[in-house]
């Protein structure tokens, strides 16, 4: 099982990538993480007037953190439970995949 955590905010995917780590120690689950994996940068390049001088822009971008947990034996059902009882930032996206 692969958890993948993704979210702009660093502070709020470390505080749960540390509960999921708890979580998975205290239950005895094998498993490896969190792996960070590098960050993926966005940039957009606006202009400030539409009429004239072209050469004048703003640059606006985003950073996107991104954590992996690698699961070798899991009960799922205790796993959606401990998700459901926890508070999860609305700013990190949970993805599980097989």
């Not at 780590?21 to 940068?41: A, E, Q, W, Y």
């Not at 954590?67 to 034996?73: A, D, E, P, T």
């Not at 609305?90 to 097989?98: E, M, Q």
């Amino acid at each position: 099982m692969k958890i993948v955590l993704k979210s702009l905010n660093t502070k709020e995917i470390n505080k749960t990538s540390e509960k999921i780590k708890l979580f998975l120690l205290k239950n005895s689950f094998i498993f490896s993480g969190p792996v960070n994996i590098p960050t993926r940068t966005s940039l957009f390049n606006i202009l400030k007037s539409p009429h004239k001088d072209k050469d004048s822009r703003d640059q606006i971008g985003y950073k996107r953190q991104k954590k992996v947990f690698f699961v070798k034996f899991c009960f799922k059902t205790k796993f959606y439970k401990f998700l459901k009882q926890t508070k999860i930032p609305s700013d990190v996206n949970i993805k599980i995949i097989k």
